[in-house]
């Protein structure tokens, strides 16, 4: 898979790319990321990417011509990629966009700024527009993050126990109820007893039949405390 980012910061992406899983699927030749200055395409001495709003109204809007040029680049000599824009206004993203995003072979990740980005090129250009939550951000970059790690950890190989990736929040596995995602069960780990608190008797049992009924009842549980939209 090839993931190109178009992004005004690309140097805040350095440690995240070479980083645990991301960096491991790089080297795996998994993955292969490009960024893309956009400031490499604007105009002029200062090399501009923006202006302001047609219209009127506070702040200013990436140039559509500019970022069809930087996009031209990362979609190479092909012409090809799957273009997504990161938006506050954009879809909602959920793990089984990042499980459909994982099966592309190239996508390009557009991180707004400012404002955000002239409509003409989203017409234009755009395939999908993806929100990661009802909050404004200053740009798209920790969005962009965001996507490529999700979407990469879910690439079959590229962490060593695919079933970590089944068995986690929003994703189905074997002991969840049909069309429904729940969140994750609660985990322990050593100490057995922390500031007085034992783990589970349950976990310690070595019967596990009744530990996966036990975690689906606790998967069941924490889901209609904290996310019972997901019921
Ligand atoms: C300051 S925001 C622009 C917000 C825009 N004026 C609005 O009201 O929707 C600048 C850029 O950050 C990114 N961004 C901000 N919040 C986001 C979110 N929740 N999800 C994805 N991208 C976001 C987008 O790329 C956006 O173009």
Redesign the pocket.
Known sequence: MKISIITLFPQVFDPILNSSILKRAQQKGMVKFELINLRDFGEGKHKVVDDRVYGGGA?MVLRADILAKALKKGKGERGKGKVI??????KPYKQSDAQRLSKIEHLIIV???????DQRFIDEYVDLE???????????EI?AMVIVDSVVRLIPGVLEKEEATQNESFSNFKFQIPNYKLLEHPQYTRPEIFEGKKVPAILLSGNHQKIAKWRKEQAIKKTKKVRPDLL
């Open positions: 702040g824009l990161t938006s506050a206004s954009g991180c707004g700024h400012y404002e955000g980005v993806i929100s990661i939550g009802d909050y404004v951000l200053t740009g798209g969005p």
